[in-house]
């Protein structure tokens, strides 16, 4: 069976992803759309509005034949190893394709993979700690290509191209031009609104107006929505008891950024304003709010480590009937180490689930619905 795999968060699923499966299917000649899709926080680092059990219902009544999940270690991270970790998944399954969603799908994507993505080394444009990983991207873009990318897609495109062409096997890319409205647009269209905007509608408790962009029931939300919200009493007071020492284990936490969350959180009140407190020229919003889930949750950069380097199994969310053909495909030609359950030992602080499911722990804690011990997987007919 010819795969084509799809990288996304789904947060959530709305009439553009419908549309982008049904285009990568049919451009493709796919047999099987495979999703690997982020868990229950994601790549900007905030939790999903929704968890991983009903995005991944939503994908599969609308397009998917097969939803793995991307698991924290990989979600929750810079685009580059964002990009990377779920690259290797889909590599794993024996995709042959990368579909994607961009902006302007006519950029020079042929020859960054064959040229000069082979030849970069990363710290060739990411060393200079002064500039963001987006304006360092398109010094070196420029410099190469004499292009530049201005939107977020874009950016992902780049990152889901180099990563891709460290592959042994490199997958075909399709960029598919995104329609209707462009990535956190909060403008619409008759049909189409981009996930901020519908996620802004749904907090606000305006679901008649998401009904239009959405391909099903919206009883597929639960009462229940997230968002940094929920999670700032939290991170609130783990800085308030902690004192900026204590901060540095934190993933990602260097550069004095414990002292200058410590002291903002000093003077906030909400979440919205401790991040403007600590955003500068050289943190974007995202690589802050990735931070700052990092400390919520307690996660190490030996917790990042060790779930790095152990033998991760890849966890299958759901299918229908043509993915679990697949599966069964993949599994005679043991092509991948594919779980549809977390067992004890797995899920053990040592297991090679432990961090999954210990973060996954907030979200059990704030919706009561649990994400990994007693969740059957999704069949759908």
Known sequence: MKACGVIAEYNPFHNGHAYQLTQAREKAHADVMVVVMSGNYVQRGEPAIVDKWQRARMALTNGADLVIELPFAISSQPADRFAAGALQILDALNCQTLAFGVEKSEFDYKTLLNEIAPKL?????????????????????????????????QLLALSYAYANAQLDRPLELLPITRIGVAHDDLNSTASYASATAIRQLLLAGEMESVARFVPYDLSLFSDKLLSWQDLWPYLHYALNVSWPQELTPIYQMSEGLEYRFWQQNQKSTDFDQFLQLVKSKRYTYARLRRLALYTVLQVTAADITAASTVDQPIRVLGFNSVGQAYLRELRKNNAAHLITKVTADLGKPSGS??????????????????QNFRQHIIMIK
């Open 121 to 153: 080394k990363r710290p060739q444009f990411t060393v200079n700690y002064t500039k963001t990983y987006a304006t360092q991207w398109n010094d070196f873009l420029e410099e190469k290509l004499g292009q530049r990318i201005e939107k977020p897609n």
């Open 353 to 370: 689930l432990g961090l999954q499911v210990r973060v996954d722990r907030l979200i059990e804690q704030l919706t009561g619905v649990e």
